[in-house]
C-alpha cells in the first residue's frame, strides 16, 4: 500500500474519531495529491504546497459564447502557471513581516483563488506565491482548502510544520524508531507509543531541570559556531551521561537518591 493510501486511511479514521472538531493538516508535495486532496473528509482543512508549473483553471463567474462557434462556454479559465504569475508585473508582489521557524522574516507574496484539476479536482483552494531570496528553489507555491485563510495564516501553518519533521527525524535516528526489531503486530504497535513516551519523558525531565545553556556543555563544532539553543541530541546527551553514574544494581540506593515529595497538610475537620 502507498504512503498517500495511508495518509487518506488516517486522515479517515481521525475524522471518524473527532466527527465535530475541525481537524488541520498540514503536509509537503508529497502528500499534496489526488489520493489525499480528492477524498478529503467533511472539516479537514489541508495546507500543502504544489509545483510552480502546476496547471490552475478559475471559474467563470458570467455565462460567455465561443466567438467562433456561438456555442455556450463551460469549462473554467485556464490560468497562467505560478511561476508566469510570479513573473508577471500586472500583478506586484505584496509584503508583509511574519514569524517563521522562530524568526522575524519579511516576505514577498501574491495570492489567488483557483482550482486545481489534476490533484483536487473542482475544489477551490487559496493559492499563495511567495519569492524565495535564497537557496534552490526561487518560488514557493502554497495551498489551503479553507478560502478564509490569509496569506499569512497558509505561511506560517505551512512553517509549522517543521517542528513535526525534526521529532520524526530525532525518533528515526537518535531513538532508533526506524530501525526497530519488531515483527509481531502487537509489538509493532507498541513501538510508535513507547519511542513517542521516551521522547516526551526526555524532554519534561530537562524542561524540569531548568539548566541554563552554558552548564549544558554542548559541543562546539567547527561549521556551526553559532549554536546557542539546546537540541534533542543534546537533551538525549545530558540523560546518557546522567544514567550511568546511577548504582542500577541496588534498587534502594536509586530509590534512595529520588527526591522525597512533599507532604501536604490535611484539612482539619469542622
Given at each position: 500500500m502507498k504512503k498517500t493510501q495511508l495518509a487518506r486511511q488516517l486522515l479517515e479514521q481521525v475524522s471518524r474519531w473527532l466527527p465535530h472538531k475541525p481537524v488541520e493538516v498540514v503536509a509537503d508535495c508529497a502528500y499534496s495529491c489526488r489520493e489525499v486532496l480528492r477524498h478529503l473528509?467533511?472539516?479537514?482543512?489541508?495546507?500543502?504546497?504544489?509545483?510552480?508549473?502546476?496547471?490552475?483553471h478559475r471559474?467563470?463567474?458570467r455565462p460567455c459564447r465561443s466567438p467562433a462557434t456561438g456555442r455556450l462556454l463551460t469549462k473554467d479559465i485556464l490560468l497562467p502557471k505560478p511561476e508566469k504569475i510570479a513573473r508577471d508585473d500586472k500583478?506586484?508582489?505584496?509584503?508583509?513581516?511574519?514569524?517563521?521557524?522562530?524568526?522575524?522574516?519579511?516576505?514577498?507574496?501574491?495570492?489567488?483563488v483557483a482550482r486545481w484539476y489534476r490533484s483536487a479536482g473542482k475544489l477551490l483552494l487559496k493559492i499563495v506565491l511567495v519569492k524565495v531570496p535564497r537557496g534552490e528553489l526561487s518560488l514557493r507555491v502554497f495551498f489551503?482548502?479553507?478560502?478564509?485563510?490569509?496569506?499569512?495564516q497558509v505561511i506560517?501553518?505551512?512553517?509549522?510544520?517543521?517542528?513535526?519533521?525534526?521529532?520524526f527525524r530525532d525518533l528515526k535516528q537518535l531513538l532508533g524508531f526506524a530501525s526497530s526489531r519488531a515483527r509481531?503486530?502487537?509489538?509493532?504497535?507498541?513501538?510508535?507509543?513507547?519511542?513517542?513516551?521516551?521522547?516526551?519523558?526526555?524532554?519534561?525531565?530537562?524542561?524540569?531541570l531548568g539548566w541554563d545553556t552554558s552548564r549544558m556543555g554542548l559541543p562546539l563544532r567547527p561549521w556551526c559556531r553559532t549554536k546557542h539553543t539546546v537540541s534533542f541530541a543534546d537533551i538525549l546527551r545530558l540523560a546518557q551521561r546522567t544514567l550511568a553514574s546511577v548504582d542500577w544494581v541496588d534498587p534502594r540506593l536509586l530509590l534512595a537518591r529520588l527526591p522525597q515529595p512533599t507532604s501536604r497538610p490535611r484539612p482539619r475537620a469542622a
Open positions: 473528509p467533511p472539516g479537514v482543512v489541508f495546507v500543502g504546497a504544489m509545483r510552480a508549473d502546476s496547471t490552475l471559474p467563470r463567474t500583478h506586484p508582489w505584496l509584503s508583509m513581516t511574519l514569524t517563521l521557524y522562530g524568526a522575524t522574516t519579511q516576505v514577498q507574496y501574491k495570492e489567488l489551503c482548502t479553507d478560502l478564509s485563510r490569509t496569506a499569512r506560517e501553518d505551512h512553517g509549522s510544520r517543521w517542528g513535526i519533521e525534526v521529532l509481531s503486530p502487537l509489538a509493532v504497535l507498541r513501538t510508535a507509543p513507547w519511542v513517542g513516551v521516551c521522547y516526551t519523558l526526555l524532554v519534561l525531565w530537562y524542561m524540569e
